[in-house]
């Protein structure tokens, strides 16, 4: 589920906003992920999902890391879209360093094809698009 937050009355000095809770239902946005750096880019409202493709037993680091921080202060999930399980999620490294960039590491205990999903918990789209990477060591 997902808190929508909306200004109810238009904007101004008083402000009045009606929050709605929606079912999301995710499904793959992107091309399966590989070793390595995979560039993408949000649209405003976008949450995307990059399919992984994992082997059992194997240790998987996963980062997201926007490309300028200044716009970008992204949270990253891994769910189990068969269950819809979130398995794990982050949304800041090390912001006590300085760096609001996202890590997990994951062990899968099946080979089995995982989503990892790009979020954000704060987005600056005054100047369009926001690019991002997903690396997967």
């Not at 709605?20 to 993408?40: C, K």
């Not at 800041?92 to 094809?113: K, M, V």
């Amino acid at each position: 589920y997902w808190a929508v937050l909306e200004d109810a009355a238009g904007g101004g000095t008083d402000v009045t906003y009606s929050v709605t809770i929606q079912e999301h239902n995710l499904s793959a946005t992107h091309a399966v992920l590989s070793m390595g750096d995979t560039a993408a880019t949000f649209d405003t409202g976008d949450l995307d999902v990059h399919p992984l493709d994992v082997l059992a037993g194997a240790t998987y680091h996963i980062r997201l890391i926007a490309a300028d921080s200044d716009f970008l202060d992204p949270v990253l999930y891994l769910v189990d879209p068969s269950s819809g399980a979130l398995l794990a999620a982050n949304d800041d490294e090390d912001a006590g360093g300085g760096n609001y960039n996202s890590f997990i590491t994951y062990q899968p205990a099946d080979d089995t094809t995982l989503w990892v999903v790009a979020g954000y918990a704060r987005a600056d789209f005054s100047a369009g698009t926001i690019e991002y990477t997903v690396r997967v060591e």
